[in-house]
């Protein structure tokens, strides 16, 4: 287990080391986009790749997570007062549901107990009727729609279909300061390898094979006397949490969140990017996140109405043939070599 990966745990740390050096800002701003992707791209191989729970609807836990860092860095940024979008929305008195993520350990609680609340609520009614498969799909891709047509309703509330943006500071930091964006990558990277390293260790536990007889053979984990729905809720939770704090992260990097960044379509290019890395293997699901990231900027720049097309093509390709995605191809082409 530890030579196989090796090669992905030595590029990871090279990565983390060099990338500050080497890249300007702007890419370097990037990066930490990316892998802000990433760790909700880890979750999604943890609930789909692990667990067979196809969800398409990770936006709506980044989003909870993204809401709540956002709603911190503009009531800092008013200094009492009322953001700017609710002046503009003609609010006279700042909401009830805002005052308390003046706290920024409240708004960062927020970030990851919200969605884990929600989706321990969801999955909890979801799963005690054993529905499953694609009706779980759907479901939480209904779920992603909904909170889309929520928060465009919401334009006082939730600056509507602008979202909300022009953040300044961090915690006293100034976030146009290349320190700040370099500190911020740093943070990002050291969360997302914290978060592999602790996923791939449930995943190897007596719980994560557990996880994985659910996923082969609910019926059977059943007989045996276990508990399917709360080992699939407990896991649908805990991907959620990483998507929460994954947003959290994703509103100082990149300095927008908005309903565009969580609806149905970025929750399935999500799925898309973990199927291409390789979903039944946790360090599959970062990568496809990061590859698709940067193919989806590096092709923009050059195509920009083509990447669409292209990311379904590639979907396509993946599935029909390399099911195991860019890691399985990997895996073929070490085991040939060998031989």
Known sequence: MIKRNLPFATVAVIALVAAPLLLEPFRLGLLAKYLCYA???????????????LTLGQGVFFGLGGYSMAMYLKLTEAGGGLPDFMVWSGVERLPAL?????NPVFALAMAVVGPVVIALILGTLVFRQRVRGAYFAILTQALAAAMVILLVGQQGLTGGTNGMTNFFELFGQDLAEDSTQRLLYLVVAGVLGALYLATRQLVNSRYGRLLVAVRDGEDRVRFLGYDPALVKTVTFAVSAGMAGLAGALFVPVVG???PALLGVVPSLELVVAVAVGGRHALAGAVLGAVVMGYARTAFSEQFADGWLYLQGALFI???????????????RLRRARAT
Do not use: C, R
Not at 98 to 102: D, I, K, V
């Open 39 to 53: 760790i909700v791209a880890l979750g999604i191989g943890l609930a789909w790749g692990k667990g067979g729970m």
């Open 98 to 102: 805002w005052a308390p993520f003046a």
């Open 256 to 258: 927008i969140i908005s």
């Open 317 to 331: 390709l993946v599935m029909t043939l390399a099911p195991k995605g860019i890691v399985g191809i990997a895996g």
